[in-house]
């Protein structure tokens, strides 16, 4: 099982940035990915989830209104993309993946993370 996440990097505040998991090992369509994000000294967030299973989508409250999260089962990738960033969503960003295709529960497996950096 693998899960890539990709597509961070430097950004101004008010720029937008599109992440990207890709997953390998394991069957897509059933499991649910979510994207967390871990800032320097602050504990693991959630951000966003979506269910591959019955497209259920939620997104975490700092967040709401700025991100939108979308699945390419094809591609067995989940794309999360950002806007109007700031300087409090400097973290860095991993993927996660659940086997049960429920967002909000324990999660089986962890990509390795991506950083964003938001500059004013």
């Known amino acids: 099982v693998q899960l890539q996440a990709s597509g961070g990097g430097f950004v101004q505040a008010g720029g937008s940035l599109r992440l990207s998991c890709v997953a390998s090992?394991?069957?897509?369509?059933?499991?649910?990915i979510g994207w967390f994000r871990q800032a320097p000294g602050k504990g693991r967030e959630g951000v966003s989830c979506?269910?591959?299973?019955?497209?259920?989508?939620i997104h975490g409250d700092s967040v709401k209104g700025r991100v939108t999260i979308s699945s390419d089962v094809a591609k067995r990738t989940v794309y999360l993309e950002m806007n109007n960033l700031n300087f409090e969503d400097t973290a860095t960003y991993y993927c996660?993946?659940?086997?049960?295709?429920?967002?909000?529960?324990?999660?089986?497996?962890w990509g390795k993370g991506t950083q964003v950096t938001v500059s004013s």
């Open positions: 996660a993946a659940e086997n049960r295709g429920i967002c909000d529960v324990g999660w089986d497996y």
């Open positions: 090992g394991f069957t897509f369509n059933e499991y649910a």
């Open positions: 979506i269910s591959n299973k019955d497209g259920t989508i």
